[in-house]
Protein backbone atom coordinates (compact mmCIF):
# COMPACT_ATOMS: atom_id res chain seq x y z
CA UNK A 1 0.00 0.00 0.00
CA UNK A 2 2.84 2.74 1.28
CA UNK A 3 4.98 1.81 -2.15
CA UNK A 4 1.98 2.81 -4.21
CA UNK A 5 0.26 5.46 -2.70
CA UNK A 6 3.24 6.83 -0.54
CA UNK A 7 1.50 6.74 2.93
CA UNK A 8 -0.11 3.94 5.23
CA UNK A 9 -3.44 2.99 4.88
CA UNK A 10 -4.08 3.66 8.30
CA UNK A 11 -3.51 6.80 10.42
CA UNK A 12 -2.87 6.66 14.17
CA UNK A 13 -1.57 8.42 16.70
CA UNK A 14 -1.46 5.09 19.19
CA UNK A 15 -1.06 1.31 18.36
CA UNK A 16 -4.36 0.86 20.14
CA UNK A 17 -6.20 3.61 17.64
CA UNK A 18 -3.91 1.93 14.49
CA UNK A 19 -4.97 -1.42 15.22
CA UNK A 20 -8.61 -0.29 15.80
CA UNK A 21 -8.48 1.14 12.10
CA UNK A 22 -6.71 -1.95 10.84
CA UNK A 23 -9.44 -4.25 11.95
CA UNK A 24 -13.13 -2.36 11.35
CA UNK A 25 -12.11 0.86 9.15
CA UNK A 26 -12.46 0.54 5.17
CA UNK A 27 -9.57 0.90 3.10
CA UNK A 28 -9.19 3.52 0.82
CA UNK A 29 -8.59 1.97 -2.75
CA UNK A 30 -4.90 2.95 -3.82
CA UNK A 31 -6.42 4.33 -6.99
CA UNK A 32 -8.54 6.62 -5.54
CA UNK A 33 -4.86 8.46 -3.90
CA UNK A 34 -2.88 7.98 -7.03
CA UNK A 35 -5.27 8.07 -9.61
CA UNK A 36 -2.42 6.35 -12.53
CA UNK A 37 -2.59 3.11 -9.98
CA UNK A 38 -4.22 0.37 -12.25
CA UNK A 39 -7.79 -0.46 -11.14
CA UNK A 40 -6.85 -3.93 -11.32
CA UNK A 41 -3.32 -3.30 -8.94
CA UNK A 42 -5.46 -1.75 -6.78
CA UNK A 43 -7.98 -4.51 -6.62
CA UNK A 44 -5.06 -6.98 -6.25
CA UNK A 45 -3.93 -4.42 -2.85
CA UNK A 46 -7.42 -4.51 -1.34
CA UNK A 47 -7.82 -8.25 -1.69
CA UNK A 48 -4.64 -8.55 -0.08
CA UNK A 49 -5.51 -6.63 2.46
CA UNK A 50 -9.00 -7.70 3.22
CA UNK A 51 -9.92 -7.87 6.67
CA UNK A 52 -10.97 -11.28 6.65
CA UNK A 53 -8.60 -13.77 5.85
CA UNK A 54 -10.47 -16.17 3.65
CA UNK A 55 -11.52 -12.85 1.30
CA UNK A 56 -7.27 -12.55 1.09
CA UNK A 57 -4.96 -14.39 -1.42
CA UNK A 58 -3.79 -17.35 0.51
CA UNK A 59 -0.09 -17.73 -1.23
CA UNK A 60 1.97 -15.82 -2.46
CA UNK A 61 2.09 -17.64 -5.76
CA UNK A 62 -1.60 -16.91 -6.19
CA UNK A 63 -0.89 -12.71 -6.24
CA UNK A 64 2.09 -13.96 -8.80
CA UNK A 65 -0.76 -15.46 -10.96
CA UNK A 66 -2.95 -13.06 -10.71
CA UNK A 67 -0.61 -10.05 -11.86
CA UNK A 68 0.86 -12.09 -14.33
CA UNK A 69 -2.77 -12.27 -16.02
CA UNK A 70 -3.24 -8.43 -15.81
CA UNK A 71 0.63 -8.30 -17.55
CA UNK A 72 -0.29 -10.75 -20.17
CA UNK A 73 2.30 -13.03 -19.13
CA UNK A 74 1.62 -16.82 -18.87
CA UNK A 75 3.48 -19.11 -17.05
CA UNK A 76 3.40 -22.49 -15.60
CA UNK A 77 5.38 -24.03 -13.02
CA UNK A 78 6.96 -21.72 -9.85
CA UNK A 79 8.24 -18.30 -10.06
CA UNK A 80 11.24 -17.88 -11.58
CA UNK A 81 11.85 -14.09 -12.87
CA UNK A 82 13.90 -13.33 -15.75
CA UNK A 83 16.84 -11.20 -15.68
CA UNK A 84 15.50 -8.27 -17.39
CA UNK A 85 12.68 -8.42 -15.38
CA UNK A 86 15.51 -8.20 -11.68
CA UNK A 87 16.91 -5.40 -13.87
CA UNK A 88 13.63 -3.41 -14.23
CA UNK A 89 12.77 -4.27 -10.83
CA UNK A 90 16.01 -3.07 -9.15
CA UNK A 91 15.00 0.59 -11.45
CA UNK A 92 11.63 0.89 -10.14
CA UNK A 93 13.19 0.48 -6.76
CA UNK A 94 16.19 2.91 -7.39
CA UNK A 95 13.45 5.02 -8.38
CA UNK A 96 11.21 4.94 -5.89
Do not use: C, N
Not at 21 to 33: F, G, N, R, S, T
Not at 45 to 69: H, S, Y
Amino acid sequence: YVLVTGRPPFDGTTAMELMSKHAYDPLVPPEQIVARVPREVSAVIQRMMAKDAGDRFQTMDEVIRTLEMWLGEVHTGSFSPREEQITMMEKFVGQF
